[in-house]
């Protein structure tokens, strides 16, 4: 049911396909998807049902474009015209069609990747404090997935505990690469152990990987390779044991564009992890 809204809503950054969890290696976490998912990351907010007839569904693949975030994408020459003719009216208008009750909003690619250290941390925080404010002044329709100034681990630890902690924000939301690094390396440990300290809810958004921009000449990175990339940094976390760790606290993450690759290399993703740590 879930596909239906997300259809309408995620085609704001090109992606359009169902939200996808995993939170450990077994075949039950694998498959898990749907409205225990939506439930985890929605927070406080309550849904009873989806029925087509009522806004009740929970949008967990929401993006916003907070003015100073969409000033520097222009600066930087991100102006896709979705990214650019965002508006909060939009994405009322777009929650109605889709009978969304309430939005999670995030970060909309490329997120803060592209940029050096203090304008990441700083359009970061600022893009949270736009989303927490939204979700003040429409009461139930938005929750907030905070934006890291990843690739900065220091930075970003701070960004969890101000989001976490002072903006209350429903969880995290990042990448599903940081150009060479998948979310499994062990460069995100401490991102991870920080969220699993937390229990917090992890939304990840699929990117474009250094290794694979324009592969196939005339296919839009969105059509094949974000689909990929979520199987690739799905299979890092699984890899790495980070899932497994995470499982045993109860980090709930959510994968946007996940796609039939994965579901298909299910068994791979299941055994492979125990037969080389035997
Ligand atoms: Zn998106």
Redesign the pocket.
Known sequence: MLDASKRSL?A??G?ASGSFAVTAVSRRAMLACGTSVLAAAAGGFAAKSFAQSAPRRIDV?H?LASPSWLQTMKLIGVDNPLIVNWSVQKSLNDMEAGGVATAILSG??PQVRPLAKEAATRIARESNEYAKQLAMDYPGRFGVFAMLPLPYIDESLREIAYALDTLKADGIGVLTNYGDKWLGYSYFEPIWDELNRRKATVHT?PADANCCVNLVQGIPQTAVEWGADTTRTIASLIFSGTSQKCRDKGVDAIF?AADRNLVNRENALHILPRLNST
């Open positions: 995620s704001v950054c992606c693949h993006h909309n690619v958004h946007d």
